[in-house]
DNA sequence: CGATTTTTTGAATCATATCAACGTACGTGG
DNA sequence: CCACGTACGTTGATATGATTCAAAAAATCG
């Protein structure tokens, strides 16, 4: 249950089997099913969820009900509503399963007292930040400079595994373009060569 | 001279003076003129840098010579190229000063001993990356849900400090838009009201 | 002041969205 | 195991938001 947190953990900090062991501690466990939501909008978002197992997805909505996927988590991924979850106001985004996942949720007090008591914990956690955050950065960059097709090539480069296991339609959203455009564009590309 | 960077680390974490005491000595301070730049790209991002007073900007730019702002940075502020700065690898983006400014600047290496020795420093780096992680993934949900016109109202909105400093064709950049279309949306906004 | 940068405006064009329809795949209950 | 409903993908016609190119007006700077 624990192997694929212990490794990623592992590949990031020097954590000790004493400090691992504690830190499980912390954790529950939780088996969700695809399409079942584990955050909607305007509840508060309570935990931070690693992936064990499985797919998910954030994604808030518009006055038009259109969805938007602001990120993607598979296997060895976080997952979770950051503003919801570190300022404990309503959440602007939904989380649900787009296949059948197991996770592992940390709460915030635990969170906090995972980082306050296990240095390496905090470490990781930083760590993990730093990353997130230069890929956030690179995401934006791409969405004010480039063209959608351009985007859609980066994306299928950088996470092939998503483009397996996850339809068109929700590749699009994350894109930010229709489905419609998305089936041009790989008809284009397909063309092309 | 470290008076900004102190209130904001005390504003996030119970810091102590000694911490503080030792922890100003991994910074060198810099002043940078308008026009200067931290960074050019293919160089490495070798610093953190922390704006205590000035304004300065990191923008990529693509094949076409387009300039695309990717985050601005007023006092109080860090900056930097994560992506090259956690890597080693050449920076992709440009970093310079929109104002005369005066940054302190962390190298990797005091970096990571400060993160390593002053588990509050590294705490207030966790906290921040929460913060700017969750900045990023907003502007994210603005960029691929929203029109050009609702992203510069929310912009004003949670920007006046910017607004008032730094030039249209810039903010149009972070935008994601052209100068031209910034105009034009500021026209039909003073019309509407 | 003159020089440069920034902002505005107009006309034509482009990238992508929208609306609508149809075809295909899938999986669930009878 | 088939039939049906639902989800997904494609395509066409048209509309729209935003860009491009060009030029001039306005603001800022040394």
């Known amino acids: 249950m624990f192997t694929r947190l212990k490794k990623h953990m592992q590949e990031r900090v020097n954590i000790t089997e004493e400090e691992f062991t504690l830190a499980k501690t912390y954790f529950v466990s939780k088996k969700i099913r695809k399409r079942q939501y584990l955050l909607q909008e305007r509840d508060v978002c309570k935990s931070l969820a690693f992936v064990s197992n499985g797919a998910l997805r954030c994604y808030s909505t518009n006055d038009k009900a259109e969805e938007h996927i602001i990120q993607f988590a598979l296997e060895g991924w976080w997952i979770s509503d950051l503003q919801s979850f570190l300022t404990g106001n309503p959440a602007a985004n939904n989380i649900d399963a787009i296949e059948d996942s197991e996770l592992l949720l940390i709460e915030k007090k635990s969170y906090e007292i995972l ?56 590749i699009a959203s994350y894109l930010g373009i229709t489905p419609q455009s998305l089936s041009r564009i790989r008809k284009e590309l397909s063309i092309k060569r």
Chains 1, 2 share one sequence.
């Open 115 to 170: 980082c306050n008591t296990i240095p390496r914990c905090e470490q990781y956690f930083r760590i993990l930040l730093e990353k997130t955050n230069s890929a956030s950065l690179r995401r934006i960059s791409d969405l004010i400079g480039t063209l959608a097709e351009d985007r859609y090539l980066k994306f299928i480069d950088t996470y092939p595994e998503i483009v397996q296991r996850i339809p068109q339609n929700q």
